[in-house]
């Protein structure tokens, strides 16, 4: 009689398991399945322009990529206060001297790359030439040459692969990702359930946004150039646009944060 009430209660305990275990999954398959949402700021160039010299402007500049950072911001858009057209800027690899907006878009681009991709994808120039200074952001997706990450970060190599394409990802070696790609891109790469970072497996590229939505990773912000503040709102990247707007001006009114009410994050 014993023995079969120990069966018994065995298998409620097996079935109770089971039921939890069915539970957990389908909680994570909801939680992939939602829609993280995202935060911009808007940045005037002209704020570059108050530093005295290009020392100070750069740690500036690094001050706001390290803000970014530490409240996963995912967009930072600077816009231009002293453009004379609506043409978008393009950071370009010449040597001239760079102030405001300009400046601030090839810092913060900069900082944002992971350490071991700067070389490939910066070329040297004279708005860098004290980034030497500013500590490192240690971002998630700044990942350490002997550490372990699902994602990294890589930039795209010459040369022909009969399985696809060669990728830098800050390892000892290369790895090879599937898709065939043109050279001096930079890509987000899946690594795969593998713990061995030395792995000859085929890899595979995804979006950027991949790492936050199916892990909640925070992977790095987006820096956008806006020719004037109109341009912030009207070349948004988001569908639908920005959903909540708050502006900051120090001739704006004071308000306590308790009395600031954000509605809900539009879900898409």
């Keep these: 009689m014993e ?7 065995g298998s409620r305990l097996h ?8 539970k957990k999954e389908e909680e994570m398959k909801k939680n992939k399945k939602k ?9 005037p160039g002209s704020i570059i322009d108050n530093a005295q010299s290009l020392e100070l402007a750069t740690l500036l500049a690094g001050q706001i990529a390290r803000a970014a950072t530490i409240f996963r911001i ?13 043409d978008e800027f393009v950071v370009t690899n010449g040597d001239e001297n760079e102030s405001g907006a300009p400046f601030l878009v090839r810092i913060l681009q900069y900082l944002e790359t992971p350490q071991y991709l700067r070389r490939r994808l910066f070329p040297m120039h004279n708005s860098l030439r004290f980034v030497g200074l500013l500590p490192p ?3 998630p997706h700044h990942v350490r040459k ?5 994602y990294r970060e890589g930039v795209t190599l010459e040369g ?14 290369n790895v090879v990702v599937e898709q065939a790609l043109e050279p001096g891109q930079r890509v987000t790469v899946a690594m795969g359930t593998n713990r061995n970072i030395e792995s000859d497996c085929l890899k595979n590229v995804v979006t950027p946004f991949t790492p936050r939505e199916q892990m909640g990773l925070y992977w790095g ?14 070349n948004c990247p988001f569908k639908g646009g920005y959903n909540h707007i708050i502006g900051t001006s120090e001739h704006g009114l004071v308000v306590n944060s308790s009395e600031l009410v954000i509605p809900p994050f539009r879900k898409e």
């Design 15 to 22: 079935e109770s398991s089971k039921r939890k275990k069915r």
């Design 160 to 173: 022909n692969h009969l399985k696809g394409t060669l990728v830098d990802v800050g390892l000892n070696k």
């Design 137 to 139: 952001l240690d971002a």
């Design 221 to 234: 912000y987006k820096v956008r150039y806006a020719s004037n503040l109109s341009n912030v709102f009207k």
């Design 35 to 43: 829609k993280n949402p995202t935060v911009s700021i808007a940045v």
């Design 3 to 9: 023995e079969a009430e120990a069966a018994e209660n």
């Design 146 to 150: 002997h550490e372990w990450s699902p």
């Design 74 to 86: 995912d967009e930072v858009v600077v816009f231009d206060n002293k453009a004379a057209s609506d």
